[in-house]
């Protein structure tokens, strides 16, 4: 069966605002964060909110514009070495934010159900390297969400992305 013969659930600029949504939220989650607890507090062994954050920002930018320039390149935080205030990782999540955009923009249709080999590790269809990219932010947003808890601040609604 053909897939692009098949009706559309979503169409792609209902993605990258469903993806936007999910990013906009997760920044208003790192504005939460007291400055100090943003870098230094973790539960149980987890890693700080900042190295969370550090690892969001090495997958959704570069990892899309690794797919829309058919670039594998190797997952590296080296990046985010550099930031040491939360404002530069808010400074750095809207550049992001706009480069996803741009390359965005790049993607036909078409491409979704080519194959990419995602940093070297994973050959997915690249709807599905998108959709690891949601879940993966996703999951450590909820990280997050439990750290703000345990220091008495109330996150902000999940539901409003």
């Given at each position: ?28 989650v ?40 058919r ?11 550099n ?79």
């Amino acid at each position: 069966m053909n897939t692009l013969s098949v009706p559309q659930v979503i169409s792609t600029q209902d993605l990258l605002k469903h993806w936007q949504g999910h990013r906009a939220l997760t920044r208003r989650v790192i504005e939460a964060f007291p400055e100090k607890d943003f870098f230094e507090f973790s539960i149980a062994g987890m890693r700080t909110f900042a190295k969370l954050t550090d690892e969001l920002l090495a997958i959704a930018a570069p990892a899309l514009k690794g797919i829309v320039n058919r670039q594998v390149l190797p997952f590296t935080e080296k990046e985010t070495e550099n930031l040491t205030t939360k404002a530069q990782y808010l400074e750095r999540w809207d550049r992001d934010t706009k480069e996803i955009n741009d390359n965005w923009e790049k993607l036909s249709i078409e491409d979704f159900s080519e194959s990419f080999n995602l940093f070297g590790q994973y050959e997915f269809p690249i709807i599905q390297n998108i959709f690891y990219f949601i879940d993966n932010e996703v999951h450590h947003r909820g990280q997050g969400y439990v750290y703000l808890r345990a220091l008495g601040i109330e996150p902000p609604f999940f539901w409003e992305r």
